[in-house]
Nanobody, 124 residues
Framework: QVQLVESGGGLVQAGGSLRISCVASGRTFSSYTMAWFRQAPGKEREFVATITWNDGNTDYADSVKGRFTIARDNAKNTVYLQMNSLKPEDTAVYYC?????????????????WGQGTQVTVSS
C-alpha cells in the first residue's frame, strides 16, 4: 500500500508562484508514474500534469502549459508541482496520484493511489 501526503498549498495573489509537494511512503517510488490532478468547487476533478517513472517524460493540461512544472526526486520519494503566473481559475484542491509502472495517462482511473489533497487559493 502506498500513502501519499501533499503539502505546500496556501493563499497566493494572482501572478504569484507556489510549489506544492507530495511525499510517498514505501521503497518503490521510482517505479510509480506520478501525477497531479485538481478539483475546483462544483467541478469535476481534472488532470494537471504527469511525470513517468522510467524516462521522466512529462505531460501537461493545456490550461497550465508554460506555467506549471512537474518534477520528481526519487531519493526523497517526492513529486513537486511548481506553479507560476497563477490565475484565480487555478484555485482548487490539488491531489497527487500514483500509477505503478504507468505510461503517463491523463485519466484519473489509471491511478491507483491518491493523496488527501492540498488547497490552493489564488486571489484576484
Amino acid at each position: 500500500q502506498v500513502q501519499l501526503v501533499e503539502s505546500g498549498g496556501g493563499l497566493v495573489q494572482a501572478g504569484g508562484s507556489l510549489r506544492i509537494s507530495c511525499v510517498a511512503s514505501g521503497r518503490t517510488f521510482s517505479s510509480y508514474t506520478m501525477a497531479w490532478f485538481r478539483q475546483a468547487p462544483g467541478k469535476e476533478r481534472e488532470f494537471v500534469a504527469t511525470i513517468t517513472w522510467n524516462d521522466g517524460n512529462t505531460d501537461y493540461a493545456d490550461s497550465v502549459k508554460g506555467r506549471f512544472t512537474i518534477a520528481r526526486d526519487n531519493a526523497k520519494n517526492t513529486v513537486y508541482l511548481q506553479m507560476n503566473s497563477l490565475k484565480p481559475e487555478d484555485t482548487a484542491v490539488y491531489y497527487c496520484a500514483a500509477d505503478p509502472l504507468g505510461g503517463g495517462s491523463s485519466w484519473s482511473d489509471e491511478y491507483d493511489y491518491w493523496g488527501q489533497g492540498t488547497q490552493v487559493t489564488v486571489s484576484s
